[in-house]
């Protein structure tokens, strides 16, 4: 089956501790994306990427870092240095040369306790 | 700054009735309008979609209207039943174009939508 895995599905962590949300997908495609999702603000966009090696910081990029090392894979690191890092993570992606129809894993749920 | 203003915040609509979800944008180089229904939990799925070049798309009970001089396009939902209860997003997106990088999305707000039985 093709489509974009997100794991994990909740994950806790202290104040002051990093974590990565993995982000894998098979549908061959090139862009990938990474949203942050909170009650009442819809989707906003922390980073993307078009291509392997690289990739653009989106709206909200603050005390977030990502990867694009290999296509299918495009991890996005919380760092210590968010502020309110308590949200619901979408990562998404798309064929590069299409009018950007996206496609969304299931999300990861990030409390800090 | 909101690129896609997106309205109700939340609708009710009893079983078999219309809902209608209104967004509205300013810049006229967006030339692709989706809207994602997202169930709670998961990730938002493409329902339908648009371009400029038309004013209305139907796909089932579902419908897209677009007004380009009023930059508005709105989602209507005919005959809706319990299981359309969802969070509504309209989006909108540029084609790249010549040294533009990525034809990104940008959401509306969404809308939470409780069809009664």
């Known amino acids: 089956d093709g489509g974009i895995t997100q794991s994990p599905k909740y994950l806790f962590r202290k104040e002051g501790q990093n974590v990565t949300l993995s982000c894998e997908q098979n549908l061959n495609h090139d862009a990938m994306y990474w949203y942050r999702q909170d009650p009442g603000q819809g989707l906003r966009l922390i980073y993307y990427?078009?291509?392997?090696?690289?990739?653009q910081k989106g709206d909200i990029a603050e005390g977030y870092s990502v990867s694009r090392e290999k296509k299918e894979s495009f991890p996005l690191t919380v760092t210590s240095a968010q502020k309110n890092p308590t949200a619901f993570y979408l990562c998404?992606?798309?064929?590069?040369?299409?009018?950007?129809?996206?496609?969304f894993g299931p999300g990861t749920r990030l409390t800090v306790l | 700054q909101q690129q896609v203003k997106q309205s109700p915040q939340s609708l009710i609509v009893q079983k078999g009735g219309i809902s209608i979800i209104n967004c509205a944008y300013e810049n006229t180089a967006f030339d692709y309008f989706p809207w994602y229904q997202q169930f709670p939990g998961k990730g938002p799925a493409l329902l339908i979609a648009i371009r400029p070049d038309v004013s209305e798309k139907k796909e089932g009970r579902f419908t897209i209207s677009f007004n380009k001089s009023a930059k508005q396009f709105s989602l209507h939902i005919m005959d809706s039943q319990p299981g359309d209860s969802a969070t509504y997003f309209c989006?909108?997106?540029?084609?790249?174009?010549?040294?533009?990088?990525?034809?990104?999305?940008?959401f509306g707000r969404g809308t939470q939508l409780t069809v009664w039985p």
């Open positions: 998404a992606s798309s064929i590069y040369h299409s009018y950007n129809e996206q496609f």
């Open positions: 989006a909108a997106s540029m084609l790249k174009t010549r040294g533009s990088t990525l034809g990104r999305l940008y």
């Open positions: 990427s078009q291509i392997v090696n690289d990739f």
